[in-house]
Structures are given as structure tokens and as C-alpha cells.
């Protein structure tokens, strides 16, 4: 995957690889201004909370090189990016540290310099953290559910395409791959967008990890059949409480992991928590356009007059949660105990 960079800084362009295309087009789309960046984000052509956040922090970049950094203008741009998506706080967490990191008064050419340094390193501290996640899923595992080959069910995408690194819930199965302990993925291929059919196939064709795609409908099925040993998800924004927002289906999942007693892990980092909210009821749920429920590739599949109803994520309840693995540890239950204390 490390030939296939879905966000790139460049010549003073933001290079985002549009993820709409794939898995059967390769397209990159240069941005070059604050409006370019916004409609990368609203648009899905970017996609995964951190490369959300990544490219927030480059708009900004190219914001700086258009405007006088007057602090008023500098915050309205701020939240101008941030309205593109509302979900995930990765973006908006990305966008309030430049603008702190703005607010000491420097010349143009400095602050541009910074925030550009500023998002390289976010890329690779993703790396590092990422893989210090996979670490401690791999020995959660091989605690509770002894050295083997696993069989592993994910939701959405969480891999390289979505964080410009490793990845989280998918950079747990490429550890455990690259140590011989993964038998089969199972990938849900999540609706409404097919991140998973899409994305997360491609990423396993790509690292020659075996797979099978699944209809969300089926991991009922799966489970009572006691072909899944774990199941592991990203997520867009986690509170206080262990409420987490995440890919709509996520919280199906969940639920049926409680019912069959299939442990059931969110792998995000620090910057995915946003400990301001108690609880997953304060988290506002994007709601997507319609079409891409009743349309394919621009062809219409549902019946005339029929509308839809599209929101992008769900909350899946603390209570639902085995473990949500971090850089720092897994955090175990009490969340609403466990989680403020690492802030």
C-alpha cells in the first residue's frame, strides 16, 4: 500500500487520491485553495477521520498563502472547514490546534511553513500510534483467546486509505497478519458508500490478507455459526462515557456481539475522543444525500417516487463495548471513569 499515498502535500497543492473511484480507477485530484479542500471533504473524495483531519490542517496551509492572517479571517476559514463534515472531531481537533498554533503572530511565509510541518508530522505520528494500537489489540487477543489464527469481522474502512497510515481497526489485521494470526477478515461492505466492499477489499488484495465479503445482514448468521472470534471497528468520535460514532451499522454489530459474546473492540486514537460530551446523544449524526442510497454510478436502481433516508453514522452504546484500544492502552469499563482520566 505504500505506493498508493491518498494525501500528499506537494508543490503547494494538496494531492488526495479520490476514493470514489476506487477500487477500479486510481484518480488524484490537486487542490490548491480552501474551497478545493472543503469540497474534497464534503464530497467523500477524502475520507477516514485522521485524513480528514490531515487535509484540514493543509487547507489551512493554503488559506495562509491566499489571506493576511488577521484573526477573524482566520477563524472564520477555521470554521468554514470544519462545517464540512460534522461528525468526526479528528477534523475539527486538527484545525483547532493550527489556528492555536497561528495565534502567536507570524509572517505568511512562517505560518505557512509551520502548518505544512504541522500536518507532516501528524502523518507520522499517525504511524507510530497506529502501530502501538496494533500492538495492544495483538496481546488482548492472545490473552483472552490464545496464540492462533483469528477470524476477524471489521465495518467500513480503517486502513492506510483512511488514515495515510497504517491504520487502526484495519492496521490491527495487518499486524496480526504480518505475525501469521490472521485465518480470514470477514468485510462488511457497509452501506450505504461500500467503504468495505470497495476500500477495505482493496487494501486486503493489495497486503494478500484472505478475505470474504459480506452483507451487513449476514454477521447474525456468522456469529450464531461461531465463525467470528472478534470483531473490530474504527471511529469518527468517542465521548466520555464510551459512546462512539461511527460508520452507520456499526452499532448493529455491537449489539450482536453482546447477544453471541464476541468481543467487540474500537481502535481510534486520542485525537477521535472528545470527552466535552457525557454522552453519544450530543453527537450530531451527518445526514448524506439520498442519492447515494437510490442511485449506483449515476444509475438509478430504486423505484420512481421513492425517497430515502440516509444518516452516515451511528452510536454504538459504551455498555456494548469490550475494549477501546488507544496509543496510550486498552481502556476497559468504567468509561465514564477510564476515559476522562487520560485527558
Known amino acids: ?9 506537494k508543490n503547494d497543492k494538496l494531492i488526495l487520491l479520490d476514493q470514489r473511484k476506487l477500487p477500479h480507477e486510481e484518480v488524484y485530484i490537486n487542490n490548491c485553495t480552501i474551497a478545493d479542500v472543503y469540497k474534497s471533504i464534503k464530497d467523500m473524495i477524502v475520507r477516514g477521520a485522521p485524513c480528514i483531519g490531515f487535509s484540514g490542517i493543509f487547507g489551512i496551509a493554503l488559506w495562509i498563502k491566499e489571506n493576511d492572517l488577521e484573526p477573524k479571517a482566520l477563524r472564520e476559514a477555521c470554521d468554514y472547514l470544519i462545517s464540512a463534515r460534522p461528525t468526526a472531531i479528528n477534523l475539527a481537533y486538527e484545525i483547532e490546534r493550527c489556528f492555536s498554533l497561528l495565534m502567536g503572530g507570524n509572517d505568511k511565509k512562517v505560518a505557512f511553513d509551520k502548518i505544512v510541518n504541522f500536518g507532516y508530522a501528524q502523518i507520522e505520528l499517525s504511524q507510530k500510534n497506529n502501530r502501538q494500537m496494533a500492538i495492544f489489540a495483538k496481546n488482548e487477543l492472545e ?28 492496521g490491527v489485521i495487518d499486524h496480526l497478519a504480518d505475525h501469521n494470526l490472521i485465518e480470514t477478515v470477514w468485510v462488511d461492505e457497509t452501506r450505504p458508500y461500500l467503504q468495505g466492499s470497495r476500500l477495505t477489499a482493496f487494501e486486503l488484495n493489495k497486503l494478500g490478507i484472505n478475505h470474504k465479503i459480506i452483507v451487513e445482514g449476514a454477521a447474525s448468521y456468522l456469529m450464531s455459526k461461531g465463525l467470528v472470534d472478534a470483531i473490530f471497528v474504527g471511529a469518527d468520535r468517542i ?3 464510551g459512546d462512539t460514532a ?3 451499522g456499526t452499532n448493529n454489530l455491537s449489539i450482536l456481539a453482546n447477544y453471541y459474546k464476541i468481543p467487540f473492540y474500537v481502535v481510534a486514537p486520542k485525537s477521535s475522543f472528545d470527552i466535552s460530551l457525557s454522552s453519544g446523544d450530543e453527537i450530531e449524526i451527518e445526514l448524506r444525500p439520498e442519492n447515494e442510497i437510490l442511485e449506483f454510478k449515476g444509475i438509478q436502481i430504486a423505484p420512481n417516487g421513492s425517497t430515502a433516508f440516509n444518516p452516515s453514522f451511528d452510536i454504538t452504546r459504551g455498555k456494548t463495548i469490550t475494549g477501546i484500544i488507544c496509543e ?7 468509561y465514564s471513569k477510564n476515559i476522562p482520566r487520560l485527558f
Open 1 to 9: 500500500m505504500a505506493k498508493l499515498k491518498p494525501i500528499e502535500f
Open 246 to 248: 461511527n460508520k452507520v
Open 328 to 334: 496510550d492502552e486498552l481502556i476497559r469499563p468504567d
Open 239 to 241: 465521548v466520555s462515557n
Open 143 to 170: 490473552k483472552t483467546l490464545g496464540k492462533r489464527p483469528y477470524r476477524i469481522l471489521t465495518h467500513c474502512n480503517t486502513g492506510y486509505l483512511a488514515c495515510g497510515s497504517l491504520g487502526t481497526a484495519l
